[in-house]
């Protein structure tokens, strides 16, 4: 099992629709990070949280630190947001000091 | 600039060639990480150094791979005798404190090799 898992995979929205990814991890963590990039284009980070709820924009992520759970929302999504959506974890409980990257969500929102 | 520097932004070599690809992070971050993305593949991790040493070298895939950094800021990742399967897109990333603390990361563009 990997320790940070995101669902769905791959997500096909309609310009305007609300959009949910969703990432669960299994390791004790400080922050969570949530990431991302533009088809052949650079890893931009949208949020790094903690506890409770931030938002940008149309962006809002949040996270429960007792369930383990993160969750990146898109309010009137828009086809500029056609990107992989990535999240991450420190490896908190490891002897070693990385970031844990979930496999990602490629999100493709249509006109 | 204010943001994380790469270069070059590509590089094509021959197998067999070494290479060094470079990071300016950004000033006063302590922390920077290596990552390298195969096509259609997620993020790998490779080396992270917090200040000029580096606590873990675990993701290196091979001892034709190492990495320096000095000064605190500018590093180095050298891959010798490149081979095919080393083509990908190598990503650095800096922030300002370490994986524990509560700092963004800010990704630089990447540097494409391509090995042939």
């Known amino acids: 099992k990997n320790e940070v898992e995101q669902s769905p995979q791959n997500l096909t929205a309609q310009e305007g629709e609300f959009i949910t990814i969703n990432c669960s991890y299994s390791v004790g963590i400080s922050a969570l990070h949530w990431l991302q990039q533009h088809p052949g284009g650079g890893i931009v980070s949208l949020f790094m949280l903690s506890s409770g709820k931030k938002k940008h924009g149309r962006l809002i992520a949040t996270i429960n630190i007792q369930e383990k759970h993160s969750s990146l929302h898109i309010t009137a999504s828009h086809p500029r947001d056609s990107a992989v959506y990535i999240c991450a974890v420190p490896n908190y409980g490891g002897a070693t000091n990385k970031l844990i990257f979930g496999t990602g969500t490629l999100l493709a929102v249509q006109p | 600039g204010a943001g994380v520097s790469q270069s070059p932004s590509n590089k094509v070599t021959e197998k067999g060639k070494d290479v060094e690809l470079r990071c300016d992070p950004i000033?006063?971050?302590?922390?920077l990480y290596w990552y390298r993305q195969s096509l259609g593949q997620g993020l790998e991790f490779l080396i992270y150094?917090?200040?000029?040493?580096?606590?873990?070298k675990s993701g290196l895939p091979s001892d034709r791979f190492s990495a320096e950094r000095t000064g605190g800021s500018v590093s180095t990742l050298t891959i010798q005798r490149t081979q095919q399967e080393d083509s990908a897109v190598y990503l650095c990333?800096?922030?300002?404190?370490?994986?524990?603390?509560?700092?963004?990361?800010?990704f630089g563009n990447g540097t494409r090799l391509t090995v042939t």
């Open positions: 150094f917090q200040g000029n040493s580096a606590p873990d």
């Open positions: 990333a800096s922030s300002l404190d370490g994986p524990w603390g509560n700092s963004p990361l800010h």
């Open positions: 000033s006063g971050h302590t922390a």
